[in-house]
């Protein structure tokens, strides 16, 4: 019998895979990738470091999603609003991923290197160092939170009956079907606000 003509396993059939398992279970494990591709369990270990190998590729692959030529914008404020927006469009397709690398370092090169380019962007533009990480930090939880609740129930809010609530389902019938994205741009908004407060009060200080 002549080989296949395509690997039965690589790492992007590996990575694949475990975000189809991750989209419907919200997990996965590395003998449910072997089942699901018909090999053995470990014949994906030839292929990758294990669980958290396929993590991080599970990183890479939706971070390839985001434009990191936004970052190339000008001003600089634009430009991280722009990174932040498609950031937020390649964690919210696929959202049940995101617990997952929340909770596990960041190691794929690729996604170090956009890290590099916008903590680049900031300290060329005159951010202090210490500045740097607690704002970028800040704009990941946002956008993040944000791709979560694009996946949430267009309803969050079940009221039993407008008189009991009247305040609320005033609000609610207001922002309509566009409360996430609203919901987002005013956070942005505020945390860039915060940026440009902190780089203007760095040009303040008295040169050392």
């Known amino acids: 019998m002549g080989r296949p003509r395509t ?6 059939r590996i990575t694949t895979t475990a975000l189809q398992l991750v989209a419907e279970k919200g997990e996965f494990s590395v003998p449910q990738i072997a089942r699901r591709l018909g090999a053995q369990t470990a014949s994906v ?5 294990g669980r958290d190998g396929i993590v991080e590729l599970m990183r890479e692959r939706i971070c390839e999603a985001i434009d990191t ?4 914008l000008e ?11 498609s950031y937020r469009a390649a964690f919210a397709a696929h959202p049940r991923v995101i617990p997952l690398l929340m909770t ?4 794929a090169p690729k996604v170090l290197e956009q890290y590099e380019r916008a903590v680049g962007l900031l300290l060329a533009v005159g951010f202090a160092a210490e500045d ?16 979560l609740d694009l996946a949430a129930p267009a309803t969050m809010w079940e009221l ?20 996430a994205d609203a919901a987002f741009e005013v956070a942005l908004e505020g945390l860039i606000a915060h940026c440009r407060s902190v780089l203007t009060a760095t040009g303040d200080q008295p040169s050392r």
């Open 75 to 85: 001003p600089w404020d634009a430009a991280l609003a722009a990174w932040a927006r």
């Open 69 to 72: 030529a936004t970052l190339t």
């Open 104 to 107: 596990s370092p960041v190691r």
């Open 45 to 49: 270990y030839h292929h990758v470091d």
């Open 7 to 12: 690997p039965l396993l690589d790492r992007a």
């Open 160 to 179: 039993p009956d407008e008189n009991s609530t009247p305040h609320l389902a005033r609000a609610l019938a207001a922002v309509g079907a566009g409360r």
């Open 132 to 147: 740097v990480m607690p704002a970028l930090t800040g704009l990941e939880n946002l956008v993040l939170g944000s791709a």
